[in-house]
């Protein structure tokens, strides 16, 4: 059974950094894209950043230079450290994991979703 857990988010100020994890479990790690999308009230569902097991990531053009993710292969986890947060960036992010390449967005029907985590920034 695929498991997504994750850790961190919460609330900041304007400016601040947070840092969102997430540990999977249940599937062959190394052949999966996996990451963040995010929703906020009243906005659609978008992606933010996904990596594979060998680096290759894809940001959301709103977030190229702020956030960062990276991965260790040996935890099955994956990171995103977040920077320069802005109020734009509040919003439920939900940690996923697909069997796709790393090089474009995918549907909610695709893959494995975990349940989303709060980031507020005010």
């Known amino acids: 059974q695929v498991q997504l857990v994750k850790s961190g988010g919460g609330s900041v100020q304007a400016g601040g950094p947070l840092r969102l994890s997430c540990a999977a479990s249940g599937y062959t790690y190394s052949s999966y894209c996996m990451g963040w999308f995010r929703q906020a009230p009243g906005k659609e569902r978008e992606g933010v950043a996904v990596i594979d097991s060998d680096g290759l990531a894809k940001y959301a053009d709103s977030v190229k230079g702020r956030f960062t993710i990276s991965q260790d292969n040996a935890k099955n986890t994956v990171y995103l450290q977040m920077n320069s947060l802005a109020p734009d960036d509040t919003a439920k992010y939900s940690c996923?994991?697909?069997?796709?390449?790393?090089?474009?967005?995918?549907?909610?029907?695709?893959?494995?979703w975990g349940q989303g985590t709060q980031v507020t920034v005010s």
């Open positions: 996923v994991a697909a069997n796709v390449v790393c090089d474009r967005w995918w549907g909610p029907e695709i893959g494995y």
